[in-house]
């Protein structure tokens, strides 16, 4: 079968999908302040829906799956989906987690054939994390990533650890020195992602912070950072220091974006197909599913979506004044 590709060439081989449109925290750059509506239950794909969205497309390419939320371990049968997913011959198993409910169940996932694990992160400070959570569980993340380091997940190995912190001015960008300070004592990478708009967030460019300026402000305390070959598709930019254990990453979908090495779909909780994460555009496979699509006929409308994806997003004032999804229903 040909390549998942779009009109200017890029062959979609990663797929995102999202568990679940519930979380345990209320980040500020995620979840509007008054939460957002819940999607009914029945409106969200079931773990045989996930499987088959998965499998079809998995069929037509993809070697990779990242499983999101909301928060993705507050679906109680979270593992069973790794498991599933994990049967599928995939290169890579992966989950972004806010890591409150993975120390217990990293075991499973672990056995399930997880392969990469992030580990969401924006403070190293108690009270800072309150702020940007609204709620606690500082000492619980940082018992999750011991444990996650403990059981053999690292950069470079067979299973990889990350750490994403959302840089937000006048809340944490003093503190990109002590994280890259992670890096240096722990074999992960630590990424700095700018922060983006979306609906309900209260985007404001006043916060935020560049990568230019986030490296900068590591360079000053830890000394030059040494840029690696990250590949086409990366969406971080990496980069290390001698004697480092590991490495920190820039997500700059603001000030520097990757979109012409994008090779990644996404597919929200309730099922809906987003060929990019700013596009408003969006095809329900989970209507497509009821309605008896099988596998070719999935694969199909994952064509023609891609047919109209444009070439990169637009600016971040546009964004910003354009409608979409709020960030805890799409999945990072």
């Given at each position: ?78 593992v069973e989906v790794a498991e599933r997913l994990g049967r599928l ?190 596009g408003a555009r969006e095809v329900s496979l989970r209507d497509a ?44």
């Amino acid at each position: 079968m040909t390549a998942l590709a779009d009109a200017f060439g890029r062959r979609h081989t990663t797929l995102r999908l999202g568990l679940t449109e519930r979380c345990n925290l209320r980040c500020v750059y995620c979840m509007p302040a008054q939460g957002v509506p819940l999607t009914p239950t029945r409106a969200m794909l079931a773990t045989d829906e996930i499987e088959a969205v998965a499998r079809a497309l998995v069929g037509a390419g993809v070697d990779k799956v990242r499983l999101t939320g909301g928060e993705p371990l507050v679906r109680k049968d979270a593992v069973e989906v790794a498991e599933r997913l994990g049967r599928l011959g995939l290169r890579s198993l992966a989950m972004t987690t806010n890591g409150l409910l993975l120390e217990d169940r990293l075991p499973a996932l672990r056995a399930a054939g997880l392969t990469d694990l992030t580990v969401s992160l924006d403070t190293l400070r108690a009270d800072r994390f309150h702020r940007v959570t609204r709620r606690d569980g500082l000492g619980t993340v940082l018992g999750a990533l011991a444990a996650a380091l403990e059981a053999g997940y690292a950069i470079d190995g067979p299973r990889s650890l990350k750490v994403n912190v959302v840089a937000l001015r006048g809340v944490n960008e003093d503190e990109a020195a002590d994280f890259a300070a992670l890096s240096v004592r722990e074999p992960v990478e630590v990424r700095f992602i700018e922060v983006m708009p979306f609906d309900g967030n209260g985007w404001d460019r006043a916060a935020l912070v560049p990568m230019a300026e986030t490296r900068a402000a590591i360079e000053a305390v830890h000394g030059p950072l040494v840029p690696r070959d990250d590949g086409p598709h990366a969406t971080a930019r990496t980069f290390n220091r001698p004697g480092w254990r590991g490495r920190v990453g820039f997500v700059a979908s603001m000030t520097a974006p990757f979109c012409a090495g994008c090779n990644r779909l996404r597919v929200t909780a309730d099922g809906a197909l987003k060929v990019c994460l700013f596009g408003a555009r969006e095809v329900s496979l989970r209507d497509a599913l009821r309605a008896g699509a099988t596998d070719a006929d999935v694969v199909a409308l994952v064509r023609r979506a891609l047919a109209g994806k444009a070439r990169a997003h637009a600016g971040m004032d546009v964004l910003a004044a354009t409608g979409n999804r709020p960030m805890i229903t799409i999945g990072g």
